[in-house]
């Protein structure tokens, strides 16, 4: 079973960059789909990025509009989120997520299996 844990958070200031990481402990099979998901106060979870573990094919929500980028690094079992142009709406506990023996990259969170404990984002205007 895969442990998920989130790093990056904080509080910056709009237009400001962060990036998010999440570090699986365990092996992470060939077939895995992992994601970035997002919850602000009195919202539901909304999905934010994926990517495929082996291709490295990623998938975004539309608000992401080319801001985020989603990567991963095989070598150290770490998936990244990079963030910039970051707005007030981006404030939220952000969210990693992995799905082993997925098919294609999930964007709901039902899909996803394994949760990291989230990091929180705070964009001050």
């Known amino acids: 079973q895969v442990a998920l844990v989130e790093s990056g958070g904080g509080l910056v200031q709009a237009g400001d960059s962060l990036r998010l990481s999440c570090t699986a402990s365990?092996?992470?099979?060939?077939?895995?789909?992992m994601g970035w998901f997002r919850q602000a106060p009195g919202k539901e979870r909304e999905f934010v990025a994926g990517i495929r573990w082996s291709s490295g094919n990623t998938y975004y929500a539309d608000f992401v509009q080319g801001r985020f980028i989603i990567s991963r690094d095989i070598a150290k079992n770490t998936m990244y989120l990079q963030m910039d142009s970051l707005n007030l709406e981006d404030t939220a506990v952000y969210y990693c997520?992995?799905?082993?023996?997925?098919?294609?990259?999930?964007?709901?969170?039902?899909?996803?299996?394994?949760w990291g404990q989230g990091t929180q984002v705070f964009v001050s205007s």
């Open positions: 365990g092996r992470t099979s060939s077939g895995t789909a």
């Open positions: 997520a992995a799905r082993p023996a997925a098919w294609g990259i999930p964007s709901t969170a039902s899909a996803f299996t394994t």
